[in-house]
């Protein structure tokens, strides 16, 4: 069974940081692309950072430089690094798993910017 567990959210100050963090297990993460994605509510979910198998990093427009996706495939975890924080980061983050023909998702953690 495919289990991905997000972790490290949590309320911070505009400016602030947080690292969120995903733990997988059934799956090994350094075999399929993993992202981050968040969602608000009524609206969609939206990509915000990708590592594919090879490293190749991909990010939205609106976290570029700020935040940083990483893979520690020893620990078979998945981390989002996220700095500059703002009041507009305020999401759900959820932890995916994409391979060739299956889909895996986290339940979410909460991240709230908020002074």
């Known amino acids: 069974q495919v289990q991905l567990v997000e972790s490290g959210g949590g309320l911070v100050q505009p400016g602030g940081s947080l690292r969120l963090s995903c733990g997988a297990s059934?799956?090994?993460?350094?075999?399929?692309?993993m992202g981050w994605y968040r969602q608000a509510p009524g609206k969609q979910r939206e990509l915000v950072a990708s590592i594919g198998s090879g490293g190749f990093t991909n990010y939205a427009d609106s976290v570029e430089g700020r935040f940083t996706i990483s893979r520690d495939n020893a620990k078979n975890t998945v981390y989002l690094q996220m700095n500059s924080l703002k009041p507009e980061d305020t999401d759900v983050y959820y932890c995916?798993?994409?391979?060739?023909?299956?889909?895996?998702w986290g339940q979410g953690t909460q991240v709230t910017v908020s002074a």
């Open positions: 059934g799956i090994l993460v350094r075999n399929y692309v």
């Open positions: 995916n798993a994409r391979g060739a023909v299956v889909n895996y």
